[in-house]
C-alpha cells in the first residue's frame, strides 16, 4: 500500500510541476515577436548590401533565409538554388509562417524584404563571377 501511495505523489507532483512550466499562448506569441525583434536589431534594415559586404569581407557567402513551412531564401529563383545549396543560409530567428500577432506579421515583412534584397545582389554577384 505504501508503494502505491508515493507511486501516487510521484504521479502527482510530476503533473503538478509539468503545468507550472506550461506557457500560455500569449507568452509564445511575444517570445517569437521579441526574438525577431532583437534579430532585426542586429541588421541593416535600411542597407541590407552593407550587411553583405560585411559578411563577404567576413568569409560568409551564405543566403539569408526566413522560416515557413520550409526555411526559404527570398528573392532566390529555382534557377540558383544550385547557388543556395552550395553557399548554404543563414536564418533569421523568430520568423514563421505562423502569424501570431500584426507585429509579428509586420516584423516578419521586414525580414522578408532584408532577406530578398540580400540575396538578389548576392545572386546578382555570383552570376557575374564577383563572388565564387
Given at each position: 500500500m505504501a508503494s502505491q501511495n508515493s507511486l501516487a505523489v510521484l504521479i502527482s507532483s510530476c503533473l503538478t510541476l509539468g503545468a507550472c512550466g506550461a506557457t500560455s499562448d500569449s507568452e509564445t506569441v511575444m517570445g517569437q515577436a521579441e526574438q525577431l525583434s532583437r534579430a532585426l536589431e542586429k541588421l541593416d534594415l535600411s542597407n541590407p548590401i552593407a550587411d553583405l559586404d560585411a559578411s563577404l569581407r567576413a568569409g560568409d557567402k551564405r543566403f539569408v533565409c526566413v522560416f515557413g513551412y520550409a526555411a526559404t531564401a527570398?528573392?532566390?529563383?529555382?534557377?540558383?538554388?544550385?547557388?543556395?545549396?552550395?553557399?548554404?543560409?543563414?536564418?533569421?530567428?523568430?520568423?514563421?509562417?505562423?502569424?501570431?500577432?500584426?507585429?509579428?506579421?509586420?516584423?516578419?515583412?521586414?525580414?522578408?524584404?532584408?532577406?530578398?534584397?540580400?540575396?538578389?545582389?548576392?545572386?546578382?554577384?555570383?552570376?557575374?563571377?564577383?563572388?565564387?
Amino acid at each position: 500500500m505504501a508503494s502505491q501511495n508515493s507511486l501516487a505523489v510521484l504521479i502527482s507532483s510530476c503533473l503538478t510541476l509539468g503545468a507550472c512550466g506550461a506557457t500560455s499562448d500569449s507568452e509564445t506569441v511575444m517570445g517569437q515577436a521579441e526574438q525577431l525583434s532583437r534579430a532585426l536589431e542586429k541588421l541593416d534594415l535600411s542597407n541590407p548590401i552593407a550587411d553583405l559586404d560585411a559578411s563577404l569581407r567576413a568569409g560568409d557567402k551564405r543566403f539569408v533565409c526566413v522560416f515557413g513551412y520550409a526555411a526559404t531564401a527570398p528573392g532566390v529563383s529555382q534557377a540558383d538554388e544550385v547557388s543556395v545549396q552550395r553557399r548554404g543560409m543563414k536564418c533569421i530567428e523568430g520568423t514563421s509562417d505562423a502569424l501570431e500577432s500584426d507585429e509579428h506579421e509586420r516584423l516578419i515583412g521586414k525580414a522578408t524584404n532584408y532577406a530578398r534584397s540580400y540575396n538578389l545582389e548576392l545572386v546578382r554577384r555570383i552570376r557575374d563571377g564577383i563572388v565564387t
